[in-house]
T-cell receptor, first 107, second 124 residues
């Protein structure tokens, strides 16, 4: 199975900060990577597909980059509603696998 | 709008069975593969199983293979997850999720729409 390693596992940031979360795949996955946001007690919500494509309805402060084994999710200006846990997902190889999550907390 | 609603969770003893259901609406159900993804308390996300658009192809995570069975009834827009020989480590919120692809020949394994989840607790 492909291992997905996110970093950091958690971070503290302030409203207005620029935040970047990294996801590394144990082998190349081309651009078959998605990002999800999950708030406590809620289902994950899709943010990014194809590594760089913003899902409909997702604010433009979210962006994704990367190809192959290194990927990142950037929030250009953190808003109060962005405090959540973020997961990457590789769907290039079976079985699909998630990163362990990055919790974004209020500083 | 797309909606997916799970039900059937509850508390059961180890070794017993539980059947989860997922009713979908807002899209052509029979055109999409549907997945189950679970999340143990305080833990990350784990893909569990998928059924193709017509139920002819089914795939499982190694952790549940031989114990869980996924099925679907396209006449009722419903997917099921029959869980047997349950173990404490199966305790989790179970989400159903729609695949992104509506190609009959391709499952993307990208989970585009999710239900709210149903909690299954396995404990003596």
């Amino acid at each position: 199975d492909i291992q997905m390693t996110q970093s950091p596992s958690s971070l503290s940031a302030s409203v207005g900060d620029r935040v970047t979360i990294t996801c590394r795949a144990s082998q190349g996955i081309r651009n078959n990577l998605g990002w999800y946001q999950q708030k406590p007690g809620k289902a994950p919500q899709r943010l990014i597909y194809g590594a760089t494509n913003l899902q409909s309805g997702v604010p433009s402060r979210f962006s994704g980059s990367g190809y192959g084994t290194e990927f990142s999710l950037t929030i250009s200006s953190l808003q109060p509603e962005d405090f959540a846990t973020y997961y990457c997902l590789q769907h290039y190889n079976y079985p699909p696998t998630f990163g362990q999550g990055t919790k974004v907390e209020i500083k | 709008q797309v909606q997916m609603v799970e039900s059937g969770g509850g508390a059961v003893q180890p070794g017993r069975s539980l059947r989860l259901s997922c009713v979908a609406s807002g899209f052509t159900f029979s055109s999409y593969a549907i997945h189950w993804v679970r999340q143990a308390p305080g833990r990350g996300l784990e893909w569990v199983a998928v059924t193709s658009y017509d139920g002819s192809n089914k795939f499982y995570a190694d952790s549940v293979k031989g114990r869980f069975t996924i099925s679907r009834d396209n006449s009722k827009n419903t997917v099921f997850l029959e869980m047997s020989s349950l173990r404490p480590e199966d305790t989790a919120v179970y989400y159903c999720a729609r695949d992104r692809s509506n190609s009959y020949h391709f499952i993307s394994y990208y989970f585009e729409y999710w239900g709210h989840g149903t909690l299954a607790t396995v404990s003596s």
